[in-house]
């Protein structure tokens, strides 16, 4: 496909002007890219390997607009991150798509009611009085228990678990090896006559429900909540390796990064951003559209619009400084001998 026209395709303008007759047949990063390759930069801390990329032609955002290329094209784009993504399916295979039908290896219980265009693939087990959607998707080897409630277009990749009785709500994705409504840690103790100790378990009798539009990455857990619901808001996006904890729910449009772990019963108001492996206590409030940068510690409840860092999570500039104290007053202690020294040499010229 010629630049030109790609550059049409998504309301690109090329600079230079005159190079739009060179092929492009194939997507890669900038570092990976090679002749008839198109690439994108869309954060200037990249912009280093526009000198040694081999791309033919580069997506670049406004900002770049002004800036001279030096051994490529640039295709000038109001959204280099966007423009990329509706470009790369013109080159990579399409995704699979489930021709409708149950596979003779499923199990599926009594009273289940599959919607039209319902796949079920291989060995997938599907529990009694369960209900699921129209054109939804189980993949090999799922488990989606008794009376589970799966909306419309939902698509279970193999062997993710939906545990009794959850919601998932329409267009939810869940990924590999996810368990959805697992058991909370829930636990109490009592002391025997004899002076033993006996753990006890506490039942865990809830649910968790997947909002609309929610997608739940790989191996994580959504525990069920002791009693009542755990609830993932509306269009919330989760990554790989996430725990989050009996009866936590989220507002809409929440962000969750891998290795984040949430304790039980927190509250997260809507365009709530947690990075990578931020840890939340139990029973707090992080309020609306709160970021909160990776590593960090939520030990108490978090204002809205904030951006908080360190461990226990405070206001973001206020986390770097603390963090930077140690190197400070290493660099302090360093001049002060230095300044010992040299007062130390006075005095005795002195003497």
Request: charged share 25%; hydrophobic share 40%; with cysteine.
């Amino acid at each position: 496909m010629k630049l030109s026209e790609l550059a049409t395709k998504v309301g690109g303008r090329l600079i230079p002007a005159e190079n739009g007759d060179i092929e492009i047949n194939g997507v890669a990063a900038l570092r990976d890219a090679d002749k008839g390759h198109i690439s994108f930069l869309a954060n200037r801390k990249y912009t280093p390997q526009l000198a040694e990329t081999k791309a033919s032609a580069v997506l670049v955002g406004p900002e770049f607009a002004n800036d001279t290329p030096q051994n490529t094209t640039f295709v000038v784009v109001e959204s280099a991150d966007k423009a990329f993504a509706d470009i790369v399916p013109m080159f990579v295979a399409p995704p699979l798509v489930r021709k409708p039908g149950i596979h003779p290896t499923a199990v599926i219980g009594v009273d289940v009611q599959l919607g039209a265009d319902v796949y079920v693939g291989p060995y997938a087990v599907i529990g009694d009085g369960a209900k699921i959607g129209a054109r939804s998707v189980i993949e090999a080897h799922t488990f989606v228990g008794e009376f589970c409630q799966l909306g419309e277009d939902v698509h279970i990749y193999p062997m993710a678990s939906i545990r009794e009785r959850c919601k998932l709500g329409n267009r939810v994705t869940v990924h590999n090896g996810t368990v959805i409504g697992g058991d909370g840690f829930g636990y109490t103790t009592k002391v025997n006559p004899d002076g033993s100790i006996k753990v006890e378990k506490i039942d865990q009798l809830g649910i968790v429900e997947l909002c609309d539009d929610v997608e739940i990455g790989c191996n994580t857990t959504i525990d069920r909540a002791r009693f009542g619901v755990t609830r993932i808001g509306n269009s919330t996006k989760i990554d790989n390796l996430v725990q989050i904890g009996h009866n936590v729910q989220t507002g809409a449009y929440c962000g969750i990064v891998s290795h984040v772990g949430i304790s039980g019963s927190t509250h997260l108001g809507n365009g709530v951003m947690l990075w990578g492996q931020v840890g939340v206590a139990g029973h707090l409030n992080i309020g609306d559209r709160a970021e909160v940068l990776a590593k960090s510690g939520v030990s108490k409840d978090l204002p809205p619009n904030g951006r908080y860092f360190g461990s226990p999570a405070v206001e973001a500039r206020e986390g770097m400084k603390l963090v930077m104290m140690p190197k400070q007053i290493d660099r302090m202690k360093t001049e002060i001998e230095a300044l010992k020294a040299k007062i130390k040499e006075l005095e005795e010229r002195l003497k």
